[in-house]
Structure formats: structure tokens, C-alpha cells
């Protein structure tokens, strides 16, 4: 921890939350010249009251250390692009349009690294929409936990669920087609 970056950066937080020296402290339970001595890099916050200190400042532990926040690159607006974390103890689902720290039941979650599928499912043109089926098994161990559908600038998320057959409506655009297997991982195809 670099107190110059670290006081920097408490200081620019502090402030976009509209919070003062002293109202931070109390949120803290220490004194106003404490949390002036950080911002000014004379000394850092006890490890103690890191937890805290970044929930306050709505930053991760990481920044704060860091003593800076990471931007995202630009991704252009392109759906395609969206990132998928899936997490294995609870089944929680979140998507980002770009790079982004997701974490659940304690641990950090990686994005999904879809890969081009062999066994594709199957797609058919019922009236104005695609119909997807597949005879992958949906037993509670091992099953298709979701399908997405991306656009250029649209996203279809269906959630799925163990012991239902996997059978969905989508409208029939051109898109990627993207799902995810709980034991063989993320797969995509183009339609």
C-alpha cells in the first residue's frame, strides 16, 4: 500500500460519495485527523478498518490497496462481446458488457470462456421465431444451466433448470447462440 496513492484515492471516494472528514470517521470510529492524515499520505488506515473504509467508499479491497480504481476498455457496444459469470456453489447468474470483478458466495468468479460447439443444438423456424431443443441430459448434477442469445446490440438471457427439457422460443434473428453445461462449461454457436 503506497499512502500518497491510497490518501488519493480515499480523498476522490470521499468526495463522490458527498461525504466530509468527519462524517467519514464516524462512519469509521476514528478521528477526523486520521482520516486527514490519510488523504494527505502522512500514515494508512489500520488493516483493521479496511473492510469497512471500502464499503463505505463503494470500492473493492483490491483498489483500495492498490490505492487506484481499474477502468474498463471500451467495448464498442457490442452485445456479443457480453461476459458471463456462473457461479458453482449457488447457480447465481451475472453478465457484464465488459470486464468486470464479480464475486459470489465468497469467492471471485472468472468469466466464462465460451468455446465453439461440436454438438450444436438443434434450431428450427416455427412461424416468426427459432425453436432450440437438445437431447443434452438435465439431471441435477449435469444440465444446461442457461442459454443466452446475442445480438449486435441485444441480449436474451433464458434460465434453465434441472429435470426440465431444454426447449426454448427465440426470436428468429441472426445472433450467437451461447450456452452453458454445469460439468463441460460455455458454448457457443452463430445463427
Known amino acids: 500500500m503506497e499512502p500518497i496513492k491510497t490518501g488519493r484515492l480515499i ?13 467519514l470517521a464516524q462512519y469509521l470510529h476514528v478521528g477526523d485527523k486520521a482520516v486527514s492524515k490519510w488523504e494527505r499520505g502522512a500514515g494508512c488506515p489500520d488493516l483493521s478498518l479496511l473492510p469497512a473504509l471500502a464499503e463505505c467508499l463503494g470500492v473493492g479491497l483490491d483498489s483500495l490497496l492498490a490505492g487506484e480504481l481499474d477502468a474498463n476498455d471500451k467495448t464498442g457496444g457490442c452485445m456479443k462481446r457480453t461476459k458471463f459469470y456462473y457461479c458453482p456453489v449457488c447457480g447465481n447468474l451475472a453478465a457484464a ?9 465468497g469467492r471471485p468468479l472468472t468469466a466464462l470462456e465460451p468455446r465453439k ?3 450444436r443444438l438443434n434450431i ?3 412461424e416468426n421465431e427459432l425453436y432450440v431443443t437438445s437431447p443434452h441430459p438435465m439431471e441435477k448434477g449435469h444440465y444446461i444451466a442457461f442459454a443466452a442469445l446475442l445480438t449486435g446490440d441485444g441480449l436474451l438471457l433464458r434460465r434453465l433448470y434441472p429435470e426440465w427439457d431444454l426447449q426454448l422460443r427465440l426470436p428468429a434473428v441472426h445472433g450467437r447462440l451461447l450456452w452453458y453445461c454445469t460439468q463441460h462449461g460455455a458454448f457457443y454457436q452463430d445463427i
Do not use: I, N, Y
Request: hydrophobic share 35%; charged share 25%; glycine share 8%.
Open 97 to 105: 458488457s465488459a470486464g468486470a470483478a464479480v464475486s459470489c458466495c
Open 117 to 119: 460447439a461440436e454438438e
Open 11 to 23: 480523498r476522490a471516494l470521499r468526495m463522490e460519495q458527498g461525504l466530509t472528514q468527519r462524517q
Open 124 to 126: 428450427e423456424p416455427v
